[in-house]
């Protein structure tokens, strides 16, 4: 091999992508054997999702010093998992290490791999060893004691490759969860195949081959193998949060205060942090006064490990947090729900997750500006359609109608791209509804799914049961339809005169409509049960659920109404999820059903 003595910043974009591709090809293996912290089985989505986004976002530059800064930053923000963040740590301080240079000589590049050793470790509140921070750390100090010996950067990383694998094996030895489950770190495992896949580029030299990324569908070890641990924290939580005021250790013992494996990387200007809580909303809430959440995300470990251990079908059901159903069915069925993002001023949160409905109801009243949506992207929908491609033979996502929001449309793209690079079948359906209409489409699909029916005739019925889902909302009063631009000033003023409240329903196209209107919302409320019991007489109620945005008296009237016509009860009575009563408003009151 041609001796490489100095690198710029295209050779290291390329060298990055060649790692990067060795990770995303292996992480299927890599969320076979993620046990520790949490065997949630998503080690390795969690580092594809990481490094794809360098791939995606970044074009090279001439310069090291600028491309490094790109690859760090973007890892940064992008990052996601225990690993993940640690690993863009890592990541930032190699960056911070490195002077402006144009190219970087081998010393150069060895004493930024030390100093970053640092950083990584000051990230992580309560370090342990026989992770990635022992594989980085072993690989530091290997390179700064052979620097002497090496001629060229090939035959660094080359001779590099002995003690990494040593030290991955010798995690097993060093975490006990590990040696019972007679697996090596997921992590530290995802970091050798990071350089495993820059000593193959650096020996075959094939660009175009390291460029064609694809997954790797093979099967590590049978799960069985896993000594399944208990899920104490529920979610792996993590945010983004601008000109935190806090200096880290202070906002790292704070963190801890609300669950464990905490991880504050980045800087004051851009700090990201990680930690798994049972209580996300309440650390958020919290979190606020110190800084701007700009970003957050929240997986739930529990299902994650469901997904593992214990699932109970082999068809996965997908929804989104415009899907009002009660906790219970949600649990039960195992229903992977994405939350829709709020912003509130500056600060983002995850509906349902971060913020609860009590939580967003009180913003509403003292809030002199109005919440604003945002649809879930596409990163999100892959990074969940991997993992779960990872375990299942198929995947059902139903959504809030497409007339809403872009959310479909970005469930359908990722879809089709998890689909092609895994092999699996993976549907995406428009509900063409929103709130408990799009929950009685879930729960009948997942009661499909439940008896055993094929992916295929599912995917058929469900589309019928779209047309046969119906929603009525009674609103209480326009205000929070006016603040949210859905109603002009105008007309509402002349409603609030005359006292109107509109009766709201969805057309067959997913469309939003005015079904009627009275002049109180009891009155309103008898409109909506009349028209029920006329639409039902010839077709009986397969079910139905009952929806209130804190007001469930109106909902228990509707409740007793409800079940004189159909002779059953609720199958759920559901405070409506944040998202959609920022339309409704406080005091509205629904209900959804099906037909049989």
């Known amino acids: 091999m041609k001796p490489i003595s100095e690198i710029d910043g295209r050779r290291l974009y390329y060298t990055f992508i060649a790692g990067a591709q060795k990770i995303i090809e292996n992480q299927v293996r890599l969320n076979k054997i993620n046990v520790f912290p949490v065997n949630d089985g998503d080690t390795g989505s969690n580092m594809a999702s990481t490094i794809r986004a360098v791939i995606e976002a970044i074009k090279p530059h001439r310069s090291y010093k600028v491309t490094v800064d790109l690859i ?24 911070n290490e490195t002077g402006d240079l144009h190219t970087i000589t081998i010393n150069q590049f060895i004493d930024s791999i030390n100093k970053s050793v640092r950083y990584v470790y000051d990230a992580v509140a309560n370090p342990v060893e026989g992770t990635m921070l022992t594989i980085i750390k072993d690989w530091a100090h290997f390179l700064d004691s052979n620097r002497t010996k090496f001629v060229d950067f090939n035959e660094l990383f080359l001779k590099s490759k002995a003690i990494l694998e040593k030290a991955l094996a010798e995690t097993k030895q060093k975490l006990d969860v590990l040696s019972k489950a007679n697996v090596v770190d997921a992590g530290a495992n995802a970091f050798v195949y990071f350089i495993e896949g820059i000593i193959e580029f650096l020996s075959a030299k094939n660009l175009k081959q390291f460029l064609q990324i694809k997954a790797e569908n093979d099967i590590f070890s049978k799960v069985e193998e896993h000594i399944p641990e208990i899920v104490e924290y529920r ?77 109970k079908w082999n068809i996965a059901l997908v929804t989104d947090s415009a899907c009002d159903l009660s906790d219970d069915l949600m649990e039960y069925y195992q229903i992977h729900s994405l939350p829709i993002n709020i912003y509130m001023g500056d600060n983002h949160y995850l509906d349902k997750v971060t913020i609860k409905p009590e939580q967003f109801y009180e913003h509403l009243n003292k809030s002199k500006g109005y919440p604003k949506t945002a649809q879930i992207n596409e990163v999100a929908f892959r990074n969940v359609y991997s993992h779960l491609a990872s375990h299942y033979d198929a995947i059902i996502a139903i959504h809030l109608t497409s007339k809403f929001s872009g959310t479909f449309f970005n469930s359908k793209k990722a879809a089709e791209k998890v689909s092609n690079e895994f092999g699996k079948p993976i549907a995406v359906i428009d509900s063409k509804n929103v709130s408990g209409a799009i929950g009685l489409i879930v729960l009948r699909t997942a009661k499909a799914i439940e008896s055993g029916q ?19 909302v009674s609103v209480k009063t326009l205000k929070y339809m006016v603040r949210g631009g859905r109603v002009s000033p105008l007309k509402g003023i002349i409603a609030g005169l005359l006292n109107v409240n509109p009766i709201v329903s969805m057309d067959e196209d997913g469309k939003s409509m005015i079904f009627g209107k009275t002049y109180n919302q009891k009155s309103n409320m008898e409109k909506v049960i009349k028209h029920v019991k006329d639409i039902t007489s010839n077709r009986p109620v397969w079910n139905y659920i009952i929806l209130h945005a804190n007001n469930p008296d109106a909902a228990q009237w509707y409740s007793n109404k409800m079940k004189a016509i159909s002779q059953k009860e609720p199958v759920s009575f559901v405070n409506i999820s944040p998202v959609i009563s920022a339309n409704a408003g406080i005091g509205a009151a629904s209900v959804a059903f099906m037909y049989e």
């Not at 890892?75 to 930032?92: D, K």
């Not at 200007?269 to 959440?293: A, M, Q, S, W």
């Not at 995917?459 to 009525?472: A, P």
């Open 72 to 95: 760090a930053e973007t890892t940064l923000v992008n990052a996601r998992g225990n690993s993940g963040i640690i690993f863009a740590q890592f990541l930032y301080g190699v960056s």
């Open 235 to 311: 979610f792996c939580t993590e945010a983004m949060i601008k000109n935190v005021s806090l200096d880290h250790k202070t906002l790292s013992n704070f963190i801890q205060q609300h669950g464990d494996s905490v991880v504050v990387a980045g800087t004051s200007k851009t700090t990201r942090i990680h930690v798994h809580t049972n209580h996300p909303e309440v650390l958020f809430n919290n979190l606020k006064d110190f800084g701007t959440i700009t970003f957050q995300k929240a997986d739930d470990m529990l299902r994650q490990s469901e997904v593992v251990y214990k699932r």
């Open 454 to 472: 094929k992916f295929e005739d599912i995917v058929k019925n469900t589309e019928k049961w779209v047309k046969d889902s119906r929603i009525f």
